[in-house]
């Protein structure tokens, strides 16, 4: 199983990397932090070092970086089996009161980093006949956050394109599953001061990811939409 992750480091992306590793995946991920980067491969092949992991500094706002990506991978593996679009980034603001640019670079790196890279990827799951791309979303692509303007808008568009790519791929074997996570622990939240328990644990979401991955050919998972039991911040 050929496995691609962006944002594979820290966090909801992290979680779900170590979830298929321990499955017995071939790992390929990035990341801008290069020690970060190197931290993981290091573990990863100490754990196994007949395991395939290919970890790269990129930006994926960046085009040529993503391409750059995704032609190193291909030229490593004939076969993906899963892509996770997971890289994100969320900077609070309201709409009238943001920084000038906050927009944009959260289209960039949330939404345009997906487009492009499942476009780069998804004529080789098509060749296979089966494949199955992971888009984080965000409970934010279906309400308003308070505080999240721009955020807000970057989910509500990455869901739209998670549809839209379901549909146009229904009929080739290739799965496409939208996740919408609530609330859940990682760097975003650091220092954020509230109960454990308020909050949803990263590996929670892995496991969900997991679970829509391992269905039969004719099923597919659409939709995984989750929050903390206490419900949204
Ligand atoms: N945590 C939540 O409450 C929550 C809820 C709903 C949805 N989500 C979504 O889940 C995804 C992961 O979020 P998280 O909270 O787990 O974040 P996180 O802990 O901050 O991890 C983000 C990961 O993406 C990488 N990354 C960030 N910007 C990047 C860029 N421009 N280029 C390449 N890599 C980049 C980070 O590494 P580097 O910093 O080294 O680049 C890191 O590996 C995001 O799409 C987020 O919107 C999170």
Not at 37 to 53: E, G, W
Not at 77 to 94: C, H, K, R, T, Y
Not at 125 to 146: E, R, Y
């Amino acid at each position: 199983m050929n496995v691609i992750i962006t944002g594979g480091t820290t966090g909801i992306g992290r979680a779900i990397l170590d979830l298929f590793f321990a499955k017995g995946a071939n790992i390929a991920f990035c990341a801008r932090n290069q020690k970060d980067i190197d931290v993981l491969t290091n573990k990863l092949l100490n754990i196994d070092p007949n395991r395939n992991v290919i970890g790269r500094s990129i930006d994926v706002s960046n085009v040529e970086q993503i391409i750059e990506f995704q032609k190193e991978v291909i030229q490593s593996w004939s076969q993906i089996d899963v892509l996770i679009n997971n890289a994100g980034v969320f900077l609070p603001g309201e709409i009238l009161k943001e920084e000038s640019g906050a927009l944009e670079l959260m289209i960039e790196t949330n939404l345009y980093s997906a487009y492009r890279l499942s476009r780069l990827v998804a004529p080789t799951m098509i060749d296979q006949g089966s494949g199955h791309i992971f888009n984080i979303c965000s409970v934010a692509s279906l309400i308003a956050l308070t505080n999240g303007g721009s955020y807000t808008i970057s989910k509500f568009a990455m869901l739209g394109f998670s549809k839209v790519l379901r549909e146009e791929l229904k009929t080739t074997g290739v799965k496409v599953t939208s996740v919408l996570p609530g609330a859940t622990w990682s760097n975003s939240w650091a220092g954020v001061d509230l109960p454990y328990e308020r909050l949803m644990e990263a590996e929670d979401v892995a496991k969900q990811v997991w679970g829509a991955y391992d269905t039969s050919p004719s099923a597919i998972v659409e939709e995984i939409v989750m929050r903390p039991q206490l419900g949204d911040l």
